[in-house]
């Protein structure tokens, strides 16, 4: 991104961060605020500028799928998974999605049983259990604070903070929970930066966070979870990439430019694996 950073500490409050933490906000509520999310960031680090700015959310049947596993995992009490009929094209399933309360997720009977399959694996590790049941936990507090170097409104909602293990946690549905196949979404997605967008807001929210961690929950038979750390070596390269990119969008922001910074055309060379 022609960005020169070098790894910084996390600054001090003391060097006047603006600060907000709100519980039981809903999450439409939360995305109506502005600031910049790890989704923003991610967005642009791997792809473009142009492509944070145009980005919508999906209301796709894996993003139903992930909303529900959250809300068993992390919200059971609420009861916010609604079992529908079978066919999304029914009447009913439609009757039903208008009577929803806004964080709500309705499923098909299939779709349903699925959730629950894939909330019984992650529950079934108990190195994940034990976080997901903690008696310390905070769940989905919504985050807004301003960042001192970027001088950007940062956001974030964990799924899950433990102050007592200095860990923030993100449950994330998976084709492949495995150490090998994990790490690799991990590249591809961007979820690191995620990871280092997470602990670095919370921590200038006051909280006392170092490490970030993945509940990886497969969406297949058999269904396995397994409990992902980011590596102190990760984490200081994804927060160096971090503040790369905040720089990138707080230029944006000051120019108004948008682009995707690719040029008329590219001359493409033969890639090194060849």
Not at 8 to 13: M, N, R, V
Not at 81 to 97: D, L, R, Y
Not at 113 to 136: D, E, F, Q, Y
Not at 247 to 255: L, Q
């Amino acid at each position: 991104m022609g960005v020169s950073f070098s790894f910084l500490p996390t600054p001090h409050l003391s060097l006047g961060v603006i600060m907000e933490k709100i519980e039981n906000m809903s999450n439409e509520e939360y995305h109506s605020v502005p600031g910049i999310s790890s989704s923003a960031v991610k967005a642009v680090y791997k792809k473009s500028l142009a492509h944070w700015k145009g980005q919508k959310i999906s209301q796709s049947a894996a993003f139903a799928m992930g909303n529900a596993v959250h809300a068993n995992l992390l919200e059971p009490e609420k009861n916010l998974v609604v079992k529908g009929p079978k066919t999304k094209a029914s009447a009913a399933f439609k009757a039903m999605k208008e009577d929803l309360t806004k964080d709500q997720v309705l499923l098909t009977e299939v779709e349903f049983n699925v959730a629950n399959c894939i909330t019984r694996g992650a529950l079934h590790n108990p190195i994940c259990a034990k976080a997901l049941n903690h008696s310390g936990r905070v769940n989905e507090i919504s985050i807004f604070v301003k960042d001192p170097l970027s001088g950007l409104t940062l956001k974030t909602r964990p799924d899950l903070m433990i102050e007592a293990n200095n860990t923030v946690y993100d449950v994330k549905t998976t084709q492949d929970a495995s150490p090998k196949g994990f790490q690799s979404e991990c590249v591809k997605y961007g979820y690191f930066i995620q990871g280092a967008h997470y602990v670095y807001t919370c921590k200038l929210a006051g909280y006392d966070v170092e490490n970030f961690a993945f509940i990886a929950c497969e969406k297949a038979s058999p269904f396995l979870s397994h409990l992902h750390l980011m590596g102190t070596e990760v984490m200081e390269w994804a927060t160096v990439q971090l503040h790369k990119t905040l720089a990138v969008i707080a230029k944006a922001e000051k120019d108004e430019d948008f682009g995707t910074g690719w040029g008329d055309y590219t001359l493409m060379q033969k890639p090194t694996w060849l």
